[in-house]
């Protein structure tokens, strides 16, 4: 029991993961009828936004220790950072643990002019051409960022901790009357999970509750009519593009802590992604989401030892074997609309 | 007008003047000097570096391109000499090899078995390259290595730790300086049963290829030898980045101690996610619960940070080693790069510098000369003590360093402290050792 438990724990964290990337993913599949295959790399510049700001507030001056020595026998040159200098050892230390939930409001602005520069810049003169275009164009960008990513920051994955506070983990089990010990789940990933909650429920809220969401709702039915009306859609679709890099970059920006970020992470995820959007159903935002979760807890539970010892190889190919039979018995997915994606 | 006429008499002078210039070589200069694969006719030759500069071994590709480019300046006569001076053979002077001056050409490998197969083929057929060395995986160790054996030229492997590479896939052209898992496995195993105990149970996570298989198989081996109990073996994707649903059964398989037969990403996302689950703090069996890292690598352990704190593993060679072949090698890497050499950049400067002195010892770039230069070749200054060239499988035995995550580093350098330097006695095993066998060293090929 207690095995099933964590897995469906670890399920609804990676869940949380595939379902943040595929809404973004959806919501322009959705919107603009585009394939965004740089989607993924939306998630790992995301990520490479907290590894930034991790280093602007580490951003050091050197002193010369006399009485320490350095690998070639020289002088010790010790880094001390500056925001510990000008703000004295506590705050600075302390502005330095938290960079990565700091890095959520750097990295707003930075995605969202990321996401209307791809609109803007590329994407749309792709609106008219067929799919295959589109999946070239941004699957060749995607290669361009995560290059540049390289380019400057290095192959190696590179540290980024969650602030202390958040360091270590829960004993779950005993919350739920079983022995110490025996489900522990990192606090970080709880984190991440409400994080993510929050920000799918924020992303409905918004198509839902609000007259700008109500008009993209309503495109996303009949772009043609809305445009009809007067209304200028694409001004709003382009808006709702900087929303879906804003949320992939989000969803990056609190992965760093779970997993050393580096340059080809957003790859990574593209392929589980598209296979969540699928399974969801082609611009279907609650699809999205829901397959998210179905195929993290179907992957989480397919790597459990009990499970592999019947179907070797199960954990690598269950994502799949799902999809596959979605697909078989509910081709648009599981939420799929008529007429998306069909001549 | 000349007219061509054929005569019984003129065919016989022809046949006999070509059969006579044919068997020159041969008859006058020995095997040594027989026609080879690339063999250099002018000034200079050329050493073919295959290493990764794309792809997420392309950090570690870097650090081994610095260190051919050393080796290359100390042959040529350039900059300090480095290992040269303290080098047990001295016959390289300086004016690099055999009097011809060593250039280079560089491949990237992409940590791809066809790039990097396409990369040598290349340099070879293109460039003119008598030699390829480099590569960060054994993978493509074993592929590259194969090539060259077909194309007839010496493959000096760069970091390679499956025992394969010297095991069922060696071959007489292949070299390996750098250690194995076998090694990783004999030097380990006695230092974590003095810091663990003899009675602990260990669940292994696998990385499910070549080198991953050889290292777990060798790992369960000796740990089993000295008391230790295997609870389970579990194989993980290659591509695999978050390891926490393997992670978990661990909590409550009944395991105190988890082995991460992992390398590179893999390893620091599977350190990072072990140390999240709060493995570190839990006590299991009654005994504190202990994470073993089998290969370390300096620079990968960097993305790991303060999680390795603590943490066993081992390593082909340190900077922080005291010998002079290790001062001379890391002052003058330091001064030029301004940060120590990894262990990757001191196999790959000291399969260059063997290379060359093959060469000059065989007195020809001839492979099979070199490698017969090689083979058995016992030498010393280079920074890991008294080595080795076995002969029957070309696998260099050497000491082999165990090293733990250090606690307080006084610089992103410092990250790992010697805590036993293995004996080459104890490390050593016979070259027709269950987990070496299945396969051949074959004859040399020396190409053309």
């Known amino acids: 029991m207690d095995a099933i438990i964590l897995q469906i724990l670890n399920g609804l964290d990676k ?108 994407i749309k003169h792709f609106y008219k051409r067929p799919h295959a275009d589109q999946i070239l164009v941004t699957f060749g960008l995607a290669i361009v960022m995560q290059e540049l990513i390289k380019h400057y920051y290095g192959a190696n994955p590179i540290q980024t901790p969650a602030p202390d506070a958040f360091r270590g983990s829960l004993d779950f089990g005993v919350l739920l009357g079983f022995d110490p010990n025996v489900i522990i789940y990192p606090y970080w990933r709880l984190v991440y999970f409400a994080f993510a909650a929050v920000i799918i429920g924020g992303v409905f809220a918004f198509l839902q509750f609000t007259t700008f969401g109500m008009v993209v709702r309503a495109g996303m039915a009949d772009r043609e009519t809305v445009g009809l009306l007067g209304i200028n859609i694409d001004k709003r679709f382009t808006i709702m593009f900087g929303l879906a890099a804003a949320v992939a970059g989000l969803a990056g920006v609190m992965y760093a802590p779970i997993n050393s970020p580096n340059y080809h992470m957003g790859m990574d995820f593209l392929v589980l992604s598209f296979v969540v959007v699928v399974v969801g159903g082609m611009g279907s935002l609650p699809g999205a989401v829901a397959a998210g979760f179905l195929l993290g807890v179907l992957e989480s539970f397919a790597s459990m030892n009990q499970i592999k010892s019947l179907l070797p190889g199960i954990d690598q190919i269950i994502i799949y074997v799902v999809a596959i039979v979605i697909l078989l018995t509910r081709p648009r997915g599981l939420m799929g609309r008529k007429g998306v994606m069909e001549d | 007008m000349t007219k061509n006429i054929l005569t019984r008499r003129g065919v016989l002078k022809t046949g006999a003047g070509v059969g006579a210039t044919l068997a020159v070589p041969t008859l006058f200069t020995g095997a040594a000097w027989a026609g080879y694969m690339n063999e250099p006719m002018g000034a200079s030759v050329t050493l073919g570096f295959n290493v990764p500069q794309t792809g997420p071994y392309a950090d570690e590709g870097a650090d081994e391109l610095r260190a051919y ?329 050497k000491d082999v360093l165990v090293v733990r995550g250090k606690e307080n580093p006084t610089s992103e350098f410092d990250l790992l402290e010697v805590v036993e330097v293995t004996p080459r006695a104890q490390v050593e095993y016979a070259p027709d050792h269950p987990m070496f066998a299945g396969g051949a060293l074959g004859s040399c090929n020396p190409g053309a």
């Open chain 1, 15 to 122: 869940g949380s993961a595939y379902a943040l990337i595929a809404l973004g993913l959806t919501l322009i599949f959705g919107t603009l009828g585009v394939v965004n295959f740089a989607h993924g790399a939306l998630f790992m510049i995301g990520a490479f936004c907290a590894v930034t700001l991790n280093k602007l507030f580490s951003l050091s001056f050197e002193t010369v220790d006399p009485t320490r020595t350095d690998f070639l026998g020289n002088p010790l040159k010790v880094k001390t950072p500056y925001l510990v200098d000008w703000f004295g050892p506590e705050v600075g230390a302390s502005l330095i643990d938290w960079a990565v939930p700091l890095s959520i409001l750097f990295s707003i602005p930075i995605m969202i002019g990321i996401g209307f520069a791809m609109e803007r810049g590329l």
């Open chain 2, 69 to 397: 480019q050393l080796a290359v300046e100390h042959l040529n006569g350039e900059g300090d000499g480095g290992m040269l001076q303290t080098f047990s053979s001295k016959v390289l002077e300086g004016n690099g090899i055999l009097g011809k001056k060593v250039e280079y050409v560089t491949g990237d490998t992409q940590t791809k078995s066809d790039a990097a197969r396409a990369s040598a083929k290349s340099m070879i057929e293109k460039d003119g390259a008598i030699m390829i060395t480099g590569g960060s995986s054994s993978g493509v160790a074993v592929a590259v290595q194969g090539l060259c054996q077909e194309a007839g030229v010496i493959f000096m492997a760069g970091l390679t730790h499956s025992n394969d590479t010297t095991g069922k896939d060696k071959k007489a052209n292949g070299f390996r300086h750098f250690f194995n898992a076998y090694m990783s496995g004999a030097a380990l195993a006695p230092v974590l049963a003095a810091q663990y105990g003899t009675d602990r149970k260990a669940y292994h996570l696998t990385a499910d290829y070549t080198w991953g298989w050889t290292q777990e198989e060798s790992i369960v081996a000796a740990t089993e030898a000295l008391g230790w109990e295997t609870v389970n073996t579990v194989k993980t994707p290659l591509a695999q980045t978050d390891f926490s649903s393997y992670i978990a059964p661990v909590l409550n398989s009944g395991a105190d101690v988890l082995v991460l037969n992992h390398y590179g990403g893999n390893m620091v996302n599977s350190l990072t996610n072990a140390v999240q689950f709060g493995l570190r703090e839990k006590m299991a069996n009654g005994k504190q619960f202990e994470i073993v890292v089998p290969l370390f690598s300096r620079l990968m352990a960097r993305g790991a940070g303060e999680n390795i704190k603590g943490i066993l593993g081992s390593t082909n060679w340190h900077w922080s080693l005291t010998d002079e072949g290790t001062k001379a090698f890391v002052k003058s890497f330091g001064t030029k790069y301004g940060f120590p050499p990894s262990q990757a950049a001191h196999t790959c400067y000291v399969q260059t510098l063997l290379y060359a002195d093959a060469a000059q010892r065989a007195g020809s770039f001839n492979p099979c000369a070199i490698a017969e230069a090689l083979e058995g070749y016992e030498f010393d200054g280079l920074g890991n003590g008294p080595t080795l060239y076995r002969a029957e499988d070309h696998q260099c035995f």
